[in-house]
């Protein structure tokens, strides 16, 4: 046998080999993370549905999850996805909360009052907005050349 055709067939063995050890790892914490699951758990599911675990029946690999009060579905084991971290909340003295201001509003200003803001109307279409430019500009670039 040629040297190189040994060499080849290690290579593919040990990329073999890093993929299969990965993709056993993935597996294994998949596994340890659904083997701990516990009742008043927040999770989410393989389809995005989120709830809290209510029952776990070990024999049926069965799980139990409520996601709103008095709604409760059965879901397999494998269907969970992970655990969902609660949300964390902002202290309500925070002022961080305001949204920022935006280049060109009413905000922008600190001299307007926020009462001018409410006052702002946005129409529904395009169709009340009027044209600007003149007809015979409508063919030319910015650079004032003609487009065709």
């Known amino acids: ?43 989410m599911t393989g389809s995005g549905m989120f709830g809290t675990i209510v029952d776990v029946d070990e024999e049926a690999d069965v799980i139990t999850i409520e996601s709103t009060p008095g709604n409760q579905s ?4 494998a269907a969970i996805a992970k655990l969902v971290d609660p949300p964390v909340e902002e202290p309500e003295g925070d002022e961080s909360s305001e949204p920022a201001a935006v280049y060109g509003s009413a905000d922008a200003d600190p001299s307007t009052s926020k009462g001018d803001v409410d006052d702002l109307v946005v129409p529904d279409d395009l169709s009340g907005l009027t044209d600007d430019g003149s007809e015979k500009d409508r063919g030319r670039r910015d650079d004032g050349t003609d487009t065709k």
Do not use: C
């Open 1 to 43: 046998m040629d040297i190189s055709f040994i060499l080849i067939l290690a290579l593919a063995a040990g990329a073999m080999f890093l993929m299969t050890s990965r993709t056993r790892k993935q597996q294994r914490e998949a596994q340890n993370f659904r083997a701990t699951l516990a009742p008043g758990q927040e999770v």
């Open 74 to 77: 059965r879901w397999l084991r």
